[in-house]
């Protein structure tokens, strides 16, 4: 893995990626606002990287996007990776250990997340303050390198206070909506049945994805202070369920974005 790391890094640097300061990653049908926001853009597609995995899953670009917001240098991948796509956990958080090796000092995540709060309607945005991960694997299994992180990291306070409060005083001085909640990680791809629905509301879960979670493991493993807001898609109402479809889920998500992009370029402008 650090030789995957290191030749990653490396041609990067070699293409220009020399000092990026914030890294984002954009999740399901978000991204093309935010990246409209970066200036002097180099753009980077994740097949010519050493290592990198392909983005499979459509409305994820597969594109690395590197260059200014609000004075910093900005670090983007434009999808991500799931492991319902068949890659293992190493594969999915490459990228992020590749970013704290090149010198992001911060990582801003979104996703869409399936609503599990009756309270909450879908179109809102949820800041995750803490997540419940039953995912089937941990990207930190395996031979630990000591140089990247401890073998036992703690996972106390897995999303930045400090992000997550600047983000909370963003929202309310610009009065956009954001909810705070807990994220639930399962393997998908297949959504929830009712029964799964009440149950992962019973274990306290706000929402619930496919994502996330392995990055931030990772994140905190590194010393990478992150924080992540979900785009809350589609209401989960096991009561009352309606067979979801994707092209709604995308069109909820790009009604959400713009409130996404910018909480989150005030926030970069702020770090």
Request: hydrophobic share 40%; glycine share 8%.
């Amino acid at each position: 893995m650090i030789h995957q790391i290191q030749e990653a890094t490396e041609y990067l640097k070699r293409h220009g990626v020399t000092a990026p300061e914030v890294g984002v990653i954009l999740g399901t049908g978000l991204g093309n606002k935010f990246v409209e926001k970066i200036k002097n853009s180099i753009i980077i597609n994740y097949n010519s990287i050493p290592h990198f995995p392909i983005s499979t899953v459509e409305f994820h670009k597969g594109k690395l996007i590197y260059g200014d917001v609000k004075g910093k240098k900005v670090l983007a991948m434009q999808g991500r990776f799931h492991y319902y796509e068949g890659y293992s956990m190493q594969q999915i958080t490459l990228p992020v250990r590749v970013m704290k090796v090149l010198g992001v000092k911060q990582l801003l995540i979104s996703n869409a997340a399936g609503n599990m709060n009756l309270k909450w309607k879908k179109g809102q945005l949820m800041l995750i303050d803490d997540h419940i991960n039953l995912l089937p694997d941990n990207p930190l299994r395996g031979p630990n390198f000591e140089m990247f992180g401890p073998r036992f990291p703690d996972m106390s306070q897995p999303y930045s206070k400090k992000l997550n409060d600047s983000l909370l005083k963003i929202a309310k001085a610009k009065e956009i909506k954001l909810n705070k909640g807990v994220y639930v990680a399962v393997m998908g791809p297949n959504l929830e049945t009712r029964a799964e629905y009440r149950f992962l509301n019973k274990i306290g879960a706000d929402a619930v994805g496919m994502s996330t979670i392995p990055e931030v493991l990772v994140a905190n493993h590194m010393g990478l202070p992150c924080c992540a807001i979900s785009v809350l898609t589609d209401d989960c109402d096991p009561d009352n369920l309606k067979p979801a479809v994707l092209s709604d889920i995308i069109a909820i998500a790009g009604k959400a974005e713009g409130k996404l992009t910018e909480l989150y370029v005030e926030l970069i402008a702020k770090i």
